[in-house]
């Protein structure tokens, strides 16, 4: 069977109907021979035992003739009405010796010739008594009767049993031959049909096999193909036969690879961008599509960053569109070392935008992506032997938070880089607009963006006093938000929205800019205060904030030390390597440093000591309560020890009362900071409150 698989469709068909003609032959010829040996037979049974039956009963009816005859001789009396008797006695005399004559020219058998010589002998003694028994009747008709019943009757009765005897042998053979044709007819019968039988077998049999060897094969080429034709071009090979299906599937399997290669070919083209090689707004919008129903389906969030740089087009312009490029290029390779997970999708969807898609990060997460993009752009590109800074603006959404589906993804994240880009905020997550959503704190917040624009923020300021001096040489700018409907926002309902949302780096350089507007006009008016900033985990990041702090104290002609920076503990623990960086930046322009909340984070002393700070911030919940709580006591006043022993000048903030006042001086704190000298006021309240300290 597998080597008839193996021929050629031609050939099975032309053996297979060779060997049903040879045997549809082969029935034909043996039905002739059987009808030519039927014909033999039915030929020698009329020729031969027929032909003798015949001839015996032949010489039987010409001996009862006889003896008829011879009776009849009694009864005429005159001799001429004898004569004609006597002829027709020699008549049938003649046909019984023709008949015997015939009969034993050639004797079938033995038997046969026994019985004919009995029948030769019975018949001379007859004739020799008819003839004696007629030559008495001559002579004496009454006088013959008594030979005749003596000799003639007794010979012609042996003659008689001896013919009949004949008769019944060829009767015999005649009954046994026909016997024997009906026989081999009903052989012949019989076998025609096993063969005939035997060739519709064998012809279906072959039909079969040729139909399995061709349909199969074919149904299975039929399922490759249309396997393909939808698209399918991984599906397993059927099975390859050696006739021409095999070549059939061959050529289907030649046209599959040219299929796969020439897609990869197009979805090379469709999918790539050519200039740096990564995907490009199709494919990421294909992926983004994917991620979002992944992430509906698992219940886990995606984030979409798009990336605009801020210095493209500038580049473009003086250096060119070869250095663009290269720059393009450069900036894509950065993109894509700084992606930690297989799963992330980095694109460039034209000009100087990019992509990124992270699959199953939330918002804050892609935050944090965001952030370390945009230190690895920190370092210049360089182009032409020329050093590039190639800022960037970053804008994050994420499903389900702030969109749906993909499109709203992808505008949403625009419109947050649009507002990073304005408000040179680097890196900002989306943020609904007023009305948007129904919960009011994210409605508030979403108001953040008119509130800058609007100047609807103010700085409060609150004094940090020399507790051994009582001099207040220092305020703590805290800003606040006077909404139009909703009147005094303090900090804590928007500041940390802010953060997540990184937003905060708009509202830090606002505060940066109104402190050395203040510091300069306090200065002028004869007042000199410097002015403590608080300082977020995402300002730290961003690139920029030494530039921010240098335009505007020389805006305002400031001077560095002015200015101390309020870093909270968990914002330098949340990334120390490059809190460090930033603060040995800040540092080296002479602004002071302060660690704010001090005892709330986990940061090591060790590492602190390396920090380049000049003062520690001991939190306001250890503060509050160390008159009644012991531990807090201790702690407190163990840390202003332990900065003393750094080298650090220690605030305490958060004193409500004298006694804590005087426990705080007693320990040697070095200034104090609550509502126990003053609440934050605003400016022209300060001046005030500058006044009455004086007059006191
Ligand atoms: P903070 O930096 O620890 O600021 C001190 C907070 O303690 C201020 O709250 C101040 O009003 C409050 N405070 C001062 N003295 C006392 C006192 O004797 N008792 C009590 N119970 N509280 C006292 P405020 O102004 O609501 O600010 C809250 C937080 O908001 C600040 O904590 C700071 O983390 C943040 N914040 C305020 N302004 C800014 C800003 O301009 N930038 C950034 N990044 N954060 C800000
Ligand atoms: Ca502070
Ligand atoms: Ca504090």
New binding site residues.
């Given amino acids: 069977m597998q080597v008839f698989g193996r021929l050629r469709i031609g050939l099975k068909l032309g053996l297979a109907f060779a060997v049903v003609l040879l045997l549809l032959t082969g029935v034909i010829a043996f039905g002739l021979v059987q009808v030519q040996r039927l014909e033999e037979s039915s030929d020698k049974l009329a020729a031969g035992t027929l032909r003798r039956a015949i001839l015996a009963h032949n010489a039987q009816n010409a001996a009862q003739a006889q003896a008829a005859r011879l009776n009849s001789l009694f009864l005429l009396d005159k001799q001429i009405a004898r004569i004609p008797v006597y002829v027709e006695i020699d008549r049938q005399n003649k046909i019984l010796t023709s008949a015997l004559e015939q009969l034993a020219s050639h004797p079938a058998d033995e038997h046969e010739r026994r019985l004919l010589d009995q029948v030769g002998q019975s018949r001379a003694r007859f004739t020799e008594a008819l003839n004696t028994t007629v030559d008495a009747v001559e002579l004496d008709l009454e006088g013959a009767r008594a030979p005749m019943l003596r000799q003639a009757l007794p010979a012609l009765e042996t003659l008689l049993g001896d013919t009949d005897a004949l008769v019944t042998l060829q009767a015999v053979r005649l009954d046994n031959q026909t016997a024997e044709i009906r026989a081999a007819e009903t052989a012949s019968k019989r076998w025609m049909l096993v063969l005939g039988l035997a060739a519709v077998s064998v012809g279906c049999l072959s039909a079969l096999a040729i139909t399995r060897s061709i349909v199969r094969p074919l149904v299975a080429a039929l399922s490759f193909a249309d396997g393909i034709a939808a698209g399918r071009l991984d599906g397993t090979l059927p099975a390859v036969p050696g006739d021409e299906i095999g070549h059939l599937i061959d050529g289907l399997e030649r046209m599959r690879s040219g299929i796969v290669e020439r897609e990869e070919r197009i979805t090379q083209l469709a999918y790539r961008d050519a200039l740096t090689d990564l995907p490009n707004r199709t494919l990421f919008s294909e992926r983004l599509h994917q991620a979002v129903a992944t992430a509906s389906r698992a219940g886990h969030a995606t984030s979409v960053l798009t990336m605009d740089l801020d210095r493209f087009k500038h580049v473009n312009d003086v250096l060119g569109h070869e250095s663009g490029d290269e720059l393009l290029r450069a900036v894509a390779s950065r993109l894509t070392k700084t992606m930690l997970r297989e799963s992330d999708t980095v694109a460039r969807l034209g000009g100087d935008e990019f992509a990124i898609l992270l699959p199953t990060q939330g918002s804050q997460d892609a935050l944090l992506v965001a952030e370390r993009i945009l230190r690895t752009l920190e370092t210049p590109i360089t182009l032409e032997g020329q050093p590039i800074d190639v800022g960037a603006s970053i804008g994050i959404a994420s499903f389900p938070e702030h969109g749906k589906d993909a499109s709203e993804l992808m505008s949403r994240a625009d419109a947050a880089m649009y507002l990073a880009k304005r408000t040179n905020s680097g890196a900002m997550i989306f943020c609904e607009a007023p009305g948007d959503s129904r919960r009011d704190s994210l409605s508030l917040l979403g108001e953040l963006r008119q509130a800058l624009e609007q100047n609807q923020l103010v ?2 300021f ?1 004094p940090k006093v020399g507790l051994a001096s009582g001099l207040t040489q220092h305020v ?5 938000w006077v909404h139009p409907e909703r009147g005094m926002v ?3 309902r928007f ?1 940390p929205f802010a ?1 997540q949302t990184g937003y ?1 780096k708009a ?2 350089r606002w ?1 940066i800019e109104n402190a050395c507007m203040e510091i300069a006009r306090w200065e002028r008016s004869g007042l000199r205060v410097g002015v403590s ?4 985990a995402h ?1 730290l990041t961003h690139q920029d904030l030494p530039g921010i702090f240098a335009a505007q104290l020389s805006r305002f002609a400031v001077a560095p030390e002015a200015l101390c920076l ?1 870093i ?1 503990e968990s914002a330098i623990m949340d990334d120390p390597r490059s809190a460090l960086a930033a603060l040995e930046r800040l540092h080296q322009m002479n602004l002071r440093l302060s660690i ?2 001090f005892g709330t984070g986990y940061s090591s002393l060790a590492y602190l000591k390396r920090l380049p700070v000049q003062e520690l ?1 001991i ?2 919940s250890f503060v ?1 309560n160390m008159a009644s709580d012991a531990d807090d006591a201790a702690i407190v006043r163990s840390t202003i020890d332990l900065a003393h022993n750094m080298g650090l000048k220690v605030v305490a ?4 009362t004298e006694q804590i006042w005087n426990l705080l001086r007693a320990w040697g704190c070095d200034y104090g ?4 000298v003053s ?2 006021l605003p400016a022209a309240d300060l001046e005030a409150w500058y006044q009455r300290q004086a007059a006191a």
């Fill in positions: 700085l409060y609150q703590e700018a805290l800003v606040r303090p900090p804590d500041i953060e905060i509202i830090t505060v900033i608080n300082i977020s300002d309020e909270t704010d909340d911030k939190d306001k509050l903030e958060g004193i409500e900071q609550g509502y126990y609440r934050p």
